[in-house]
């Protein structure tokens, strides 16, 4: 069937089968088993894993369409050594770092002005007095480039004070930036949005313009 295939304002003329174009859409399961994907890197005092966290998706309508209910991110989960080549992931500690952190995380050694980034989560996290608990995560590239130190740092109300550091080589804050930046489009479902809102035109139809303003 000869017809032309729309992706936003571009149109492209040439053989597509509905069938094809079907085959491009993710597929989805209610069996599917989830996979739970995680990059991990072991110092000698702490551990740290990082994991994607998936959009949460609403239905809009009544044509099965969905919407992004909250966009996602990325997860750490740091935790202390216990031991040698061991680590206690019951004492571990979360951060997750939402889009536009992700892309400030990017910047770091990609951009020469940026040497430094900074996170901030508490319930006064707007106050410069923070007097209630709080996490504060920190990544400095170190001084001869080669790397980066990341350091975690929990207080609370009371005395309770954590603070873990692991330092970071530069082929493993390589596999970092380019999981995030692979991931970065799929937080806002970018990638659902380019794979299945394809509109197939008549063949009727094919005298247009290839491109639509």
Do not use: Q
């Amino acid at each position: 069937m000869l017809g032309i295939i729309k992706r936003g304002c571009t149109s492209i003329a040439g053989l597509a089968s509905s069938r094809a174009i079907n085959s491009w859409a993710p597929k989805f399961s209610a069996n599917a088993k989830k996979i739970n994907a995680s990059y991990a890197i072991y110092g000698r005092e702490v551990a740290l894993s990082m994991k994607p966290v998936p959009p949460v998706l609403a239905a809009k309508g009544n044509n099965n369409n969905l919407a992004i209910l909250r966009a996602g991110g990325i997860l750490f989960d740091i935790a202390p050594a216990s031991g040698t080549k061991s680590y206690d992931w019951l004492k571990k500690e979360t951060f997750r770092l939402n889009p536009t952190e992700c892309g400030e995380f990017l910047a770091l050694h990609a951009v020469p002005s940026v040497s430094e980034i900074e996170f901030l989560r508490g319930p006064n996290e707007n106050n410069k007095r923070i007097n209630r608990f709080s996490k504060r995560l920190n990544l400095k590239t170190n001084p001869d480039g080669n790397g980066v130190l990341l350091s975690l740092h929990v207080s609370g109300s009371t005395d309770l004070f954590k603070s873990m550091t692991l330092s970071i080589s530069r082929g493993e804050f390589e596999v970092m930036r380019n999981l995030i930046n692979y991931s970065l489009p799929r937080f806002f479902g970018f990638d659902s949005s380019w794979s299945s809102n394809i509109s197939i035109i008549p063949s009727a139809e094919t005298k247009i313009s290839a491109v639509e303003e």
